[in-house]
Every structure is written in C-alpha cells, then in structure tokens.
C-alpha cells in the first residue's frame, strides 16, 4: 500500500480535532447524481456573527473508461473552477490533473497543472502554478517502510529564484495509531498523535511551537461513537475554549450535526457561539 501524499500525514489528528463543529455558521449541504452519472453537491452557509451567506455548486462526472474525471465549481464570490484529471492511465499510479479558475467580474485568470505519482513505498507530487510575474513550483515527496513515513515539502518562486517553502516531517503510522512531527521553514514545529482507543473512541492531540515565541499552542480532541447513526465530540485547546458536537444520521440521507464554542476563559463574558449542518444526500 502506498503512503499518504504529504498534505495528508497527520490528516487522523486534524480530522478529529476540525471535523464535526461548524459553530458560528449554519449550514446545508445537498448531493444528488443524476442517471448519466455526473453528481452535483450544492452547499450554503450563513455566518452568526456577521450575516453574511455564501454558496457553492460543483458538479462532477466520471468517465471510468478512460480515467477522466471533469468537474465545475462556482460560488458566491462569482469565481469559476474547471479540473480535468486523469488517473491511472499513461502509467499505473499516475495521476494528471489541470485546474484552471476565473472570475468574470475582474477578469483575473489562473492556472495549475498538477502530477501525483504513488506505489508501494512512495508518494510524490508536482505542481505548477501559472503567474504573469513567474510560475511557482511546488514539490512534495512522502517514503514509507514498514510504518514508518518521512516526507519533503518545497515551494519554489522562479519570479525570485527562491525557495518560498520548506518542509519537513516524520512519522509512524500502524493502523489505530499515529505520530506525525512536522519542521515547516525551519519556525514551527508541530506534532501530533492520534489513537483509536477501541472500536468506539478516537483520541488525539496536536501540538506547535513557533520560533522566537513563548507560548505553545496545543488541542486535545475525542469522538466517540454512540451507536451506527450517532456521534459525540469534544476539543479543548490552550485559549480554553472548550467544543462540543453532536451528529444524528435522522434517516437514510439526512444527517444533522449540532455544535457549540464555549469561552472558557468568559464564561460570563459572552462570545460563546453556536452552529447547526444538516447534510442531504440522495
């Protein structure tokens, strides 16, 4: 099995810490695919604080036959997203992709061609982004062996001729648990454990500590699993603010999450927020 890309190590610890809270927003999100197969999943969002709502269409359609993959984005802010991918066609494990973006009301245009190659033992990936002043490269490789997982993560400007990014990361993986330590720009450091205690409960913890600073910021995260349909959810991080969540599948289809954000330094202070997900999919 090959090893996770370089984004997504330490991706169980993040995931138990950001997934399952939406407080301050409230949210709906409805998927649907057609019978020729091309799925669309349209989602809308209203912040509390300020009002302000937001919207996304992405229609997606696969052509499994020869590996494409065509999907269209739009949102409020008036932007369109294009991607052609291809996948595992000129070379097993190879994946080709060409992102383009446009908004009409400025005219601004970008461009990204991206490669991602993986087998047993690695994962790597290239990407180019498209600029007037000069593209930007970017680079990723991820070794795995026998649990163990060490990646690179660079970013180059060409318009400077300088490394805008780099990264580095150790860790170990081995099914119910995972370590992740991180080194970006030779600043912060950042590490992370994730364990599933037991069929019903996931722990994790992640921690940073950036150069020149004091103060190191940590979070410790819990879900336990109530039963097929229900969820709870708990975090807690170095601001005390303390949060809470709750997913019920209500049918099949319908999933409803509920989340709060408690300030646990102003308990009668205020700022405390609230959010509400109801997830359609049909």
Known sequence: ???????????????????????GFFKLEAKTKTDSGVNFTSSGSSSSDTG???GNLETKYKWSEYGL???EKWNTDNVLNTEITIEDQLAEGLKLA????????TGKKSGKIKSAYK???????????????GPTVHGAGVLGYQGWLAGYQM??????????????AVGFSAGDFTLHTSINDGQEFAGSIYQRVNPELETAVNLSWTSGTNATRFSLASKYTLDKKAS????????SQIGLGYSQVLRDGVKLTLSALIEGK???GGGHKVGLGLDLEA
């Open 52 to 54: 302000k709502v937001s």
């Open 155 to 168: 970013s180059f400007d060409t318009a400077k001729s300088k490394l805008s990014k780099s990264n580095f």
């Open 232 to 239: 709870i959810s708990a975090k807690v991080n170095n601001s």
């Open 1 to 23: 099995m090959a090893p996770p890309s370089y984004s997504d190590l330490g991706k169980a610890a993040r995931d138990i810490v950001s997934k399952g809270y939406n407080y």
């Open 119 to 133: 087998q047993e033992y690695v994962n790597v990936n290239a990407d180019v982004d498209f600029d007037f002043a």
């Open 69 to 71: 993959t065509f999907t």
């Open 266 to 268: 102003s308990i009668n």
């Open 98 to 105: 060409f992102d383009t973006s446009f908004a009409p009301q």
